[in-house]
């Protein structure tokens, strides 16, 4: 039966071995490469597994208490959902407690730290202009340790008015060249404040104390600015407390050289709001390395460039702006024409994650609030162990029934089927295991479910194909050409469908947030896993073994056996011979 | 083989076969009484949001004996809602209970005082917030929303504008359905329901896709023929596909049914039940939907267009004529091919029966047919 026929056949069926080698190579190499990276379980989520649960406290700030209120506890549970479950995968879950706690809870083996850090950052984002700055304390060296805000501290330890400092607008990036506002000192004329400093400039290092004295409504502000030493963390950390937006403000940042420089800025232009979306990018023109750009909404790319215009015509260092978040000054550029682009980045030097992490930031928003943490502890699966127990020996149970069912009704057919399955299952298994440190995956009860599901739409394709093959067979083919005749409808059928569930899950996981998007992210995982494994199993196992004579007599167990099928005689159809009736062109 | 496999047999011989198609007012009738029911369950009984939508009571208790299982009993009998107990790394518990004001939560805090035997004065008693947000449901509408316009439009241009409306028709029938019977049973409504729904969803349009690939490829070249009306042919894929379905809806049936009747019947997991309950009301409504519904609304909606009726009109003339020469028309009707692609090319393929007036015996042993070919 293999014999003849065999050029058209052979080409038409491609090469059945190379694809089986290339999907056991795979599975080889990611079930090897599971076991390297030591992940050999999926991480499971809070639910199956349990975590670690996170309380913060809203801080209530001096003449702010009634900011603590519904509205802007829900706007923080969503920021936070965003930022700890940004792709929607890790199972995080953020929820209100009281009148103003929020729980956090993570499943275990997620990164704690980070995690407490993403939610705990405020990132509230002020553009200020610099009335006033200098280099703080003569201890001022390079000592970049964190300030209270953890992540923000972060980004401050590049920034400096240095010249890949500036802020551009997108369309004329030629906006500005160095000048000495690097080492800028701090004179305080200003606009805002009304009142004219004498200008001592001096124009080196560290002249802490009182040089710039103005007088006026906000003496007391210049006072502690001058009597503000930024070398110091706690002092930092208070640096620009109960500051409004709309007030002028102290606050601390380090430049290029690694030194605390303090700043008097004036009230907030533009903020945090204001910013539509923002990103880390590569800078590969000048080299700068990872910076984040920001585009405007239009509101605020019409604050900024009248800020930046007006900016524009001061004198240094009063045409430099800073861009303050959580109260630490992350970069202060300054501004030589006014900028309308609508877009501004910022530059200094962050790596990948710090970037990432303050786009990320910007793009979800800023916190309403403060919060403090209140306590860190662990917490049981959700879940009792003996529901995941029950669920699986459930599980396990159902799918040796259909086993059972495919065995008695597919015969040999089902070892293929079976196989298949077993690929599937292995190939998704690994791939959630390594899922697992890559970007944060985590299983629930709900994916485990889906994942049963899943057993059902794969087994679909095999079925699809069977009935294909023995719908030919009962033409009175044999069974290699009725193979390479039923493979490519059946194909079709099944990429048509598969699409379907993959638009499904592709629209879900752009579209909607939080455990929605994790689940369309396993659908549409197990979807193309189908597809592949049909494709580069299946298929081809059925090539192969429609060769082998057990198959292609048409072994009563072969599941393939042309009598039981009721198959035409050879001879195409006769109509004596066989009942006047017509196979389906299923 | 066995039965289902002589079924499959002679379904594609077409010695047996059931007329989805021309009994469908009965299934019409049938589906819009069970969705009725559904929707009227919905209205009246609600669906009963747990926790996670609409926050509740949230107790926190010191270093106790009592088990996780045992403390959760304790909680959903002082409260009669569904209980989540974590234990905190303090040895204490975590217990949330949703649908609770502050009135309830201090009786339930004395009744948990009592049975895990700790002073409530140290139970400590808050209100929590929803942990999938409002946002998370609007974002999650949206992106159904976007979903069915996309699902629409493609179907429209894969297959055709009728297929994509009754898709959905079957579609919306099977939420409805699985939606309702949650209402009636009065589980919680938890994420893992909406995860099941959305499961369902994507099985739903799956099936029917798969129903529809093959009614396509049926109707190929119809007008080119005048022997079978639209409703016979898709009819006839129906039956040729069936097989294919029973098999598909089986095995996705199976372990979910195990999950349901073995994982949350015999064995009692709660939440086990919630998933697979909608799981599989949903899976068995979509396989009914795809058949029973969807197919037989596409050759309703193809009836009405010009061509169809046309179409009709020839091939019932063609009966009448071929009754009026003696021969009954099915019989006439009954191996003829229908469409013009040569042998070699197609399997042999012949026309469909006319399954609404012809049983299968009566055909056996009928020879040739008559004149009259095309």
Known sequence: ????????????????????????????????????????????????????????????????????????????????????????????????????????????????????????????????????????????????????????????????????????????????????????QGRAVTDALAADSTPSASASAPASAG?????????????????????????????DDGAKPGDSSLACGQNSQGQWQKYLLGPAAVDGTDVDKAQAVYDTQSGAGWKVTMDFTSGGAKKFGDITGELAQKQSPQNQFAIVLDGDVVSDPYVRQALTGGTAEISGSFDQTEAQELSNMLSYGALPLSFEEQSVTTVTAALGGEQLHAGLIAGAIGLALVVIYLVVYYRGLSLIAIASLLVSAVLTYVIMALLGPAIGFALNLPAVCGAIVAIGITADSFIVFFERIRDEVREGRTLRPAVARAWPRARRTILVSDFVSFLAAAVLFIVTVGKVQGFAFTLGLTTLLDVVVVFFFTKPLMTILARRKFFASGHSWSGLDPKRLGAKPPLRRSRRVSAPVDPKEA | ??????????????????????????????????????????????????????????????????????????????????????????????????????AKSDEIKDALSKD?????????????????????????????????????????????????????????????????????????????????????????????VVVFDSLKEQTKDLTKQSRWTY???????????????????????????????????????????????????????????????????????????????????????????????????ETASADEPYDQEPEDATPAVVGPRDQRSQPAARNRGRGRPSGKRR
């Open chain 2, 1 to 102: 083989m066995s039965k289902l496999g002589d079924l499959g047999a002679r379904l594609y011989r077409g010695e047996v076969g059931y007329d989805f198609v021309g009994k469908r007012k009965i299934w019409y009738g049938l589906s819009i009484l069970i969705t009725i029911t559904a929707i009227v369950g919905l209205a009246v009984r609600g669906l009963n949001m747990g926790i996670e939508f609409q926050g509740g009571a949230v107790f926190t208790t010191p270093k106790t004996s009592v088990s996780v299982a045992q403390a959760e009993e304790y909680a959903e009998e002082a409260s009669g809602h569904d209980a989540i107990v974590q234990e905190l790394g303090t040895g204490g518990l975590r217990i949330q209970i949703s649908g609770v004001d502050t």
């Open chain 2, 231 to 329: 409703s016979d042919v898709a009819n006839r894929s129906i039956n040729s596909t069936l097989v294919r379905s029973i098999n598909t809806t089986v095995v996705a049936l199976l372990p979910v049914a195990g999950l349901l009747f073995i994982g949350g019947g015999v064995l009692g997991a709660g939440m086990l039940n919630d998933i697979s309950l909608s799981l599989f009301v949903g899976l068995a409504a979509g396989a009914y939907s795809s058949i029973f519904i969807a197919t037989p609304l596409v050759a309703d909606l193809k009836e009405r267009e010009p061509a169809m009726r046309n179409l009709k009109r020839r091939v019932l003339a063609k009966r009448a004529a071929a009754a009026s020469q003696g021969e009954s028309p």
């Open chain 2, 116 to 208: 895990l035997k700790v002073d409530s004065e140290k139970i400590n008693a808050d209100l929590v917030g929803p942990s999938w947000g409002e946002q998370i449901a609007n974002k999650a509408w949206q992106g159904l929303g976007i979903f069915m316009v996309l699902v629409v439009i493609y179907l429209a241009i894969a297959f055709e504008w009728r297929m994509a409306v009754a898709a959905l028709v079957a579609l919306i029938h099977d939420i409805t359905i699985t939606v309702g019977i949650y209402a009636l049973v009065g589980f919680e409504v938890t994420p893992g329901t909406v995860i099941g729904l959305l499961t369902i969803l994507g099985y739903s349009l799956y099936d029917t």
């Open chain 1, 1 to 184: 039966m293999a014999a003849p026929k065999k050029g058209r056949s052979a080409s038409a069926q491609g090469k059945p071995g190379r694809s089986l080698a290339l999907i056991l190579i795979a599975i080889v190499a990611l079930t090897g490469g599971m076991f390297l990276s030591g992940h050999t379980t999926p991480r499971l989520g809070i639910d199956l597994a349990g975590g670690t649960s996170i309380t913060l406290k809203a801080k209530s700030e001096p003449g702010q208490e009634s900011a603590i209120n519904k509205t802007n506890m829900d706007t923080a549970v969503e920021i936070m959902e965003r930022r700890v479950n940004g792709l929607g995968v890790s199972e995080a879950e953020v929820q209100t407690q009281g009148d103003r706690n929020i729980i956090v809870n993570i499943p275990k083996g997620t990164n704690s730290k980070q995690a407490r850090e993403q939610v705990g950052t405020t990132a509230k984002l002020y553009f200020r202009p610099v009335l006033a700055t200098e280099v703080s304390g003569a201890a001022a060296s390079a000592s970049p340790e964190p300030s209270a805000s953890s992540s923000a501290s972060k980004e401050s330890d590049g920034e400096e008015a240095t010249d890949k400092d500036e802020a551009t607008p997108s369309d004329e990036s030629a906006s500005g060249t160095p000048s000495a506002s690097a080492t800028s």
């Open chain 1, 211 to 239: 040089d710039d004295a103005a007088t006026g409504a906000d003496s007391k502000l210049q006072a502690q600015y001058a009597a503000l030493d930024c070398t110091k963390p706690s002092v930092r950390a208070t640096a």
